[in-house]
């Protein structure tokens, strides 16, 4: 969601340097959150279930492929003044998608009644169809988009509820 899109419908370098730049601010931000934390330590909690550890990891997680997009971007030419760029055309309306399907997952999905894996595949499957659905449908390839999308959701909903449940020890609504 970059904003400005170069000749070829891909982000401009510009564009991708000063979201790298939000980027590592964010992930920083959060790190430092997270590992601002209390870690109960005069509770013997166990290291690995401490409250700031995950938010820590993912704001580290956050901050460096904000780096990568960096210098990916430095590396296209972002820095420079003839660095190319489409003034006035924005990806608001993905934004915006992007940020009520989130919402949908959080205050809509997660802990009303279903259970966290099928929220989270639900909001996976319906994320990568809204995102590809046009793309797809131009190269006839919807079937094989449904496909795809039910399998990265199934993978991605076993894999966080298995990485939160055994690995940090949390319940899931």
Known sequence: MTGEVAP???PSPRADLVWSLVWIAVGAAIFYGGF???RLDRQH???Y???GLV???LGA???LMGLILLLRSVRAGGLSAASPTAAGHTNFPRLFLALALCFAYGAGLVGRGLPFWLATFFF???TILAF???ERRARSETGKGIVVAALCAAGTAAGVTLVFQELFLVRLP
């Open 55 to 57: 938010p820590a990891l």
């Open 49 to 51: 279930t401490a409250p």
């Open 36 to 38: 601002a934390m209390d």
């Open 45 to 47: 909690i166990n290291p």
């Open 61 to 63: 997680a956050i901050a």
């Open 132 to 134: 590809q659905w046009r």
């Open 124 to 126: 996976v499957f319906v």
């Open 8 to 10: 070829g419908g891909k």
